[in-house]
């Protein structure tokens, strides 16, 4: 009786395994692939390429070398997430940032908590580096122009039909004058039908 038991606890762990089991599949990061109709990776990209066409085909660059006779210094402000659902906008800010220090007609300084780790290295060496080595305070480079953005979406549904819109905002401000000089967006419509 209790062998007959324990072959069947053992049988149903065998068959519990078997049906939990899960396919992993290694994808390029290239390949579309939607499963919820949510914000997704495929939509961060196609919205980061959209903004840096648009940013960096405008004539502000070309502007500002002819006024200053330098290129200008951007710094990549807060993208505020207004929609309804939590989006990272850490993955299209950095292919931003890498498009604009790659056109190489544009430089490109540290924002928020990673210029904060700077100003903390540089005061750590204050204390700690020798003085032939440390850097000096009051010598940043200061930006010309501030980029800041924001997301919205609107949701939409009807028994099992869901419509999900989303539009990013970005525009360019020169921080000395506020005057703005460059605004973009990017609209993403889908439609789910589960």
Not at 11 to 26: D, F, K
Not at 63 to 87: A, C, M, W
Not at 120 to 135: C, L
Request: glycine share 4%.
């Amino acid at each position: 009786m209790k062998y007959s038991f324990r072959l069947f606890v053992f049988a149903l762990a065998v068959l519990a395994g078997v049906s939990c089991s899960r396919q992993i599949t290694r994808v390029s990061p290239d390949q579309q692939i939607d499963l919820s109709g949510r914000w997704n990776d495929t939509d961060s990209k196609l919205t980061a390429e959209a903004l840096i066409d648009q940013l960096l085909s405008q004539n502000w660059i070309e502007d500002y070398k002819q006024e200053f006779n330098r290129k200008p210094v951007v710094i990549v402000g807060l993208i505020t997430n207004k929609s309804s659902e939590h989006i990272d906008s850490d993955t299209y800010i950095k292919d931003i940032e890498k498009a604009i220090l790659n056109d190489g007609r544009v430089r490109l300084v540290q924002a928020g908590a990673k210029r904060e780790d700077l100003r903390q290295e540089r005061a750590d060496q204050q204390d700690f580096a020798s003085k032939s080595t440390i850097k000096k305070w009051g010598q940043e480079l200061g930006a010309d122009f501030i980029l800041q953005g924001d997301i919205n979406s609107i949701i939409d549904s009807y028994k099992k039909e869901n419509l999900r819109y989303y539009q990013l905002n970005m525009e360019l401000t020169n921080l000395e004058t506020s005057e703005m000089v460059w605004m973009g967006d990017k609209k993403i419509k889908k439609y789910i039908n589960k």
